[in-house]
């Protein structure tokens, strides 16, 4: 393997099932942190999303490529189609899903550490079977886990962020770690 073809893979986060596949177009490192850009390929989201969150510090974009997007913004499902795009606000609640494949192009702006975040979410899912959505109180308490330590990134909603610190607690007293 050529260190090209390295460097390609090592931008590929291979999900298997659901999400899919992601490829990071454009890194943190590429833009200086100004972004994360990544262009997904899902086949279908569980029919609630992903859980209810805020990115405090950054907007996320989605622009759909093909197919159909469903955005959960403040209440609300707003469908966004191919050759549309949607920006949700530093702080506003979302999720998303999709009831047929899509490819989108995401864009989190500025990058802080989403990468970081992604790419430790990408290891519990493949290196340590983290199942999603999660099924099981390992699963629920690992990406709690996660969810906490990058609360700069990505902090929740639903359900509440203060549960999602318990958990974290609970974990770390049991002996569960995240990747690093």
């Known amino acids: 393997m050529t260190a090209v073809d390295r460097g390609k893979q090592d931008r590929v986060l291979d999900w298997g099932g659901f999400p899919g596949r992601w ?6 490192a590429d833009t200086d942190g100004e972004l994360l850009e990544m ?45 549309e795009q949607h920006t ?4 506003t609640a979302h999720t998303f899903r999709n009831a047929t494949p899509v490819e989108i192009v995401n864009v989190h702006e500025p990058a802080l550490q989403h990468e970081a975040f992604f790419r430790r ?8 079977g983290v199942s999603l959505p999660p099924e099981g ?17 990505i902090y929740a909603v639903s359900p509440p962020h203060w549960v999602f610190k318990t958990l974290t607690v609970l974990g770390r007293v049991l002996g569960y770690r995240v990747p690093d």
Do not use: C, K
Not at 69 to 78: C, F, N, R, S
Not at 88 to 91: E, K
Not at 121 to 128: A, D
């Open 39 to 83: 262009r997904f390929e899902i086949e279908t989201v569980p029919e609630e999303g992903p859980f209810v969150h805020t990115h405090p510090h950054a907007e996320e974009r989605y622009e759909v490529v093909s197919g159909v997007l469903e955005v959960y913004v403040d209440g609300d499902w707003i469908e966004v189609t191919a050759g």
């Open 121 to 128: 979410f990408h290891q519990l899912v493949t290196e340590r």
């Open 88 to 91: 949700v606000p530093p702080g």
């Open 23 to 28: 490829e990071i177009t454009r890194s943190t």
């Open 137 to 153: 109180f390992n699963d629920i308490l690992l990406l709690a886990m996660l969810t906490t330590e990058h609360e700069e990134d």
